[in-house]
């Protein structure tokens, strides 16, 4: 995969995937406070997959893991959209991805997960999408309980989202819970004992 003009074509190809560590997600705005890129909401997104496939034994976890992983790949070249964005601006998200892998080895693969993510019909494509919300989800409960009135409503929108009996049961565990009781939960031990 090398060219005598430049470097390896899956080089580039890993230049444009990192561009995602500096593209930020939009919806942030609306909201008045928080802040993401593409790449960090990713990184949530597999773990939430991860989990929402282990809670589903019919699902299969790698092709689960592969269509959240490579979700919002094409947003390096189109940037993140939010829901009103969406309604005005239109991304060619398909063609963005094509041009993205159109001559690496794994391209057919890459695409085909990207057109049974878009198509949400499959058990994983539907976990996917719910590890997706949850991510989301995750960083709203955060906002609201520092304060944020407009987290609530937003949680109530993404709950609709949700496709899966587990989705649902995970969103319902994580709206009960409180973000930083992880920290507390053991402060005699970790806070007192040297």
């Keep these: 995969m090398t060219s005598e003009s ?5 080089a580039n190809f890993l230049f444009e995937v990192s561009m995602l560590k500096r593209t930020p997600r939009t ?18 997104v597999v773990i939430l997959a991860f ?10 976890l790698i092709r689960t893991l592969l269509l959240a992983l490579f979700h919002d790949l094409g947003e390096a070249r189109t940037g993140d959209l939010n829901y009103l964005n969406k309604r005005y601006v239109t991304a060619n998200e ?8 159109w001559d690496l080895p794994f391209g057919p693969e890459l695409l085909k997960n990207w057109e049974e993510w878009r198509g949400g019909v499959t058990l994983e494509a539907k976990l996917a999408a719910d590890a997706d919300q949850l991510d989301m989800v995750l960083e709203l409960r955060r906002l609201e309980t520092l304060g944020s009135t ?6 109530f929108y993404a709950r609709k989202r949700l496709k899966t009996d587990g989705g649902c049961a995970l969103f319902d565990e994580i709206v009960q819970a409180d973000p930083i009781h992880w920290w507390f939960e053991r402060k005699e031990e970790y806070w007192v004992r040297k």
């Design 6 to 10: 430049g470097p390896t074509r899956l």
């Design 27 to 44: 919806g942030y705005q609306f909201l008045g406070q928080g802040s993401e890129t593409v790449a960090e909401h990713s990184f949530g």
């Design 51 to 60: 989990i929402l496939a282990r809670m589903n034994p019919e699902a299969d």
């Design 94 to 101: 398909d063609q963005a991805l094509a041009d993205a892998v």
């Design 150 to 155: 407009q987290a609530a409503d937003w949680l």
